[in-house]
């Protein structure tokens, strides 16, 4: 698991400081160096699409990393394994 975790963290991808609900718009506003507002406007139009938008954002909520380079899924997994 900690190889998939290492693999995350090379993207480059974080989640971003402008945080509204995970700052995962934000951290992919940053990562394609746009203003966030349109990273929003595309994932609500993204919503109105049939489709698992809800969970696509819960998935990257839990695996990028935030600003300290910590990753919520890495966390927690390794709280349960102790």
Not at 25 to 48: E, N, P, Q, S
Request: with cysteine.
């Amino acid at each position: 698991m900690d190889k998939f975790f290492s693999i995350v963290r090379g993207f480059g991808l974080k989640r971003g400081p402008q945080r509204w609900l995970g700052g995962v718009c934000g951290g992919i506003a940053a990562k394609l160096k746009v203003d966030v507002a349109y990273v929003r406007v595309a994932f609500l139009l993204f919503c109105l699409l049939p489709g698992p938008a809800i969970v696509f954002y819960v998935l990257a909520w839990l695996i990028l990393p935030d600003q300290g380079n910590k990753i919520p899924l890495e966390s927690f997994i390794g709280r349960r394994s102790r």
